[in-house]
């Protein structure tokens, strides 16, 4: 849960731990085909849009072109929106800026993030898609949100009732122990304890600014329908880990909580069945095979995800039995569809879930007796696994 990390994943299709640097300095590993290089090999106009946050530039990872792109280099003009959207000081993306390629700023488009970016990120997608081309076409729209600091257009903030909202069913005041990132900025956020009313406050702007991008992304499907691409347009909407915003007593994305963890993932287009929904369990590093696959491009031998055609056609329920997942060196996870074991070597604590009786993980069943034989088998896949990747 580092958005480092997981887009050098989705950029590689490799495992993060063998990828590079598992953390902020995290890159992709030289000699490593990237998705846009495949697929602009294979006679793509491939297109970047939105944020970039790895090494190099668009341009050296197999992107033609990029239009509305938003990275670091503006820190010398004052953040635009100092204050989020509950007011607290703003202490991230600060310095960020509209660029070119070739790194011409557009400060005066805003420095920081601002309330109509998604909006922004839209339109230049929509710019792309407008355009007139003969051959087949990779664009890859990056939207900033809902990752903090939150902000919503005024005419979003009403959409929620903070009163009116019901608290996560796995609220808590406060996590039972420090799980490896309680100063980090997303957790310093929230005041300990954490308490309904601001986390229903938090809840209301959060859910606005999805509101908002959910409509940007509705023009962009627009695009395609007034265009004539819809129905021959392989759609794939996805992010890396959500906000806890309460749930177990934390407010960031960096756990390994389902609410977190788990992310969405919508197919759309030739070939995909539609309201089909499936629990077989991937990696983000998935994408890149399954669109090289679904569009007859050869898979680079590079790439460590696998296809998700055969679950996507129904050919197959799954495609492995269990996902691994860590933060840093403080949370390690292993989970199945029904068992989730969580290790935490720097706080000396572990759980056990049931996922299938208690999907909201709020009962910890790492010391019943009648779960050792899971919680040994678990905990030895996972230090196999983590073993591998030293």
Known sequence: PICVASRAE???????????????GFSPRDGATCWAEALRDAGYDTCYVGKWHTTGRPSQRGYARSTGLYAGGGGRWPLTYPRDGQGRPVTGYTGWVFQTDDRRLFPERGIGLTPEI????????????????????????????????????????????????????????QHPFDHGNFDGRDERLFRWPRTPAETRRELALYYSVIEHLDEQVGRILAALEATGQLERTLVIYSSDHGLAIGS?????????????????????????????????????????????????????????????RPVLTGERDSLCDAVFAHFRASQRMIRTERWKYIAYPLAGQAQLFDLLNDPDERTNLVHAPRHRTIVADLSRRLAKWHAERQ
């Open 10 to 24: 989705i950029l590689t299709g490799r495992d993060g731990l063998d990828n590079g640097r598992g953390d902020f």
């Open 118 to 173: 998604s909006a922004d990120f839209a339109a230049a997608a929509i710019s792309f898609l407008t355009e007139d081309r003969a051959q087949p076409f990779f664009l890859h729209v990056n939207f900033t949100a809902p990752h903090d600091p939150l902000f919503a257009p005024d005419r979003y903030r009403a959409a929620y009732s903070p009163e009116e909202l019901p608290l996560p069913a796995n609220f808590a005041p």
């Open 248 to 308: 177990h007593g934390l407010r960031g994305k960096q756990n390994m909580y389902d609410h977190s963890v788990g992310v969405p993932l919508i197919f759309r287009g030739p070939g995909i069945t539609a309201n089909r929904r499936t629990a077989a369990q991937c990696y983000l590093r998935d994408l890149f095979p399954t669109t090289c696959e679904l569009c007859g491009v050869d898979i680079p031998v590079s790439v460590q995800g696998q296809s998700l």
